[in-house]
């Protein structure tokens, strides 16, 4: 691995463990344009990557709080589901069609960013009111409730999407947190983490026997995002997440421009 691609391994692992979001956006140009992968196979290793960097970061905000285990089971059984079926949908999509799919997910997920998410009003007895609809939010007996109905509906869509193009879906994930759960911003980025760690396991197995998979520039790569993953978790309480945001998503304009340019027009 050269300089850059160590470089993006961190910023990978960094973003990730700040946001709860965003590893893969930079984990996939970079083993596609730095590290020469084929894109099938880049897709297929940057939902490896993730999924054990997700994993590593979301036992710590586990341990610390930041995780809501009733949220995260549901969301992430669904878009287990969903990732079984994308996975296998995106075996058979051209290459071309997803680096396209990506790209245009990238804009999607700067546009998101740049997006003020409304928060979740609190009202009596344990209920949220959320875009007036209301969830109830305490309990276990809450996951039957309409939220959670929503919650597994967002699930299986975004993983499908997890698995057709490569990402784990936290852009999509933290705001459905917010605005279905009610759940505050830092629980959402660690229950976002769980979510992503799950569906991009399922991504990842989904293509295995698919694809050739590089295990030695697989492992190379997770190692450094790990390590980002830990400096992006001891730096989340001391940087701007709104400054930080509106960087990030400017940044992915710039690539998600650069991959439309050099693969797909």
Partial sequence: MDIFSILAGLATGMVLGLLGSGGSIIALPALIY??????????AMSLGVVAVTASIAAVGNWRRGLVDTRV?????????????????LGLLTPAVIQLGLFALVMYAAAWRMLKPVKLAMPMAN????????????S?????????????????????I??????????????????????????????TSLAIVAANSSAGFVGYMGGVPIDWSVMGAFTAVTVLGSFAGTRL????SQAALKRAFAWFLVCV???ILLKSVL
């Fill in 161 to 190: 999407l997890t698995s057709l193009v490569g990402v784990g879906g936290g852009f999509l994930i933290v705001p459905a947190l917010v605005l279905l759960s009610g759940i505050p911003m830092k629980q959402a980025v660690g």
């Fill in 34 to 43: 730095l590290l020469h992968v084929e894109h099938k196979s880049a897709i």
């Fill in 126 to 137: 344990g209920v949220l009111s959320v875009g007036g609809r209301t969830a109830a939010l």
């Fill in 236 to 239: 989340a309480g001391h940087i």
């Fill in 72 to 88: 995260a089971l549901v969301f992430g059984l669904f878009g287990m589901i969903g990732t079984s079926a994308g996975s296998s």
């Fill in 139 to 159: 309990g276990w007996q809450g996951i039957f409730s309409p939220g959670m109905g929503h919650i597994a509906l967002h699930g299986i869509g975004i993983g």
């Fill in 256 to 258: 998600a421009t650069y």
